[in-house]
């Protein structure tokens, strides 16, 4: 996963941004949107021009937004996502914009962090946040997108259930093993059974549990965590998983570059094994 620039990025041109990315080996991958990137006309060719010179297929976009925070377990509930309602319309607008700016490069699918969900169903945040999906879905598909919700704010079953609340055929998950770890659910190969049929994507990303409620777990080399990443490719080799294996690791600098080139040498001896 890339990222236009912002804390998980470099603030180069797409070109360097691309190029950087092509260096490594790797042929496609998701899109991290920045909250204030620039989307507009100019971006949108210079991201084109970038992303066919290297032949660098783009799955999905990912928007971030403006003003959230993972400081701890408590401000990410109160800052990320649509859940908090000061800042959901704009959210819902920014996705619209990112959508129609993925929709330009070619990219066939959206996925987001939506936030923490109240176990209320009947929560006015719940319901919400159900709308304003349905609503995204919606502009979506007519862009010829599904949309993927990232794994980890809550537990499999809640997820499962939300997705049949927006009831959307467009609408899947996103999955990544590690968060439910870092967020200390725990059960994600419980998880993936639980939701393989609306599984989209997939992030390969690893960590250990938080040592105390209220605290993170901390990110992991792929492999060197909690995740069990030979049990986990065999999972999806068991349930017909056959789209991409999205590499994840939110560090920046050379320690990134090198965890990602273990990742993909691991993932290559798994997926043929």
Known sequence: MFWTGGELGFDGTPEEIVSSVASLGVKCGQLGVHGVAD????AQEAWK???DKYDVT????????????????????ETVGFVPAATRAEREQRTYV????????GIPGMASHIGCLPHDRSHPDYVGVRDLMQRVCDHCAKNGQTFALETGQEPGENLLQFLRDV???????NFDPANLILYGFGGHMEALELVKDKL????????????????WGKETPLGEGAVGMDKFVAKLKEIGYTGPLTIEREIVGDAQRED????????ERLRAA
């Not at 989307?39 to 100019?42: A, H, R, S």
């Not at 990112?98 to 490069?105: E, H």
């Not at 990602?260 to 691991?266: E, H, Q, R």
Request: overall charge negative; glycine content about 10%; charged content about 15%.
């Open 39 to 42: 989307l507009g006309p100019e």
């Open 49 to 51: 021009a970038a992303l």
């Open 58 to 77: 783009v799955v999905t976009a990912f928007p971030g937004f403006a003003g959230e925070s993972y400081a701890s377990p408590q401000i990410c509930t």
């Open 98 to 105: 990112v959508s129609d700016f993925a929709k330009a490069l």
């Open 167 to 173: 009831d959307r055929e467009n609408l899947g998950i």
């Open 200 to 215: 989209l994507t997939v992030h390969c990303k690893d960590g250990v549990y938080p040592p105390a409620k209220g605290e």
């Open 260 to 267: 990602i080139l273990g990742a993909i040498a691991l993932l």
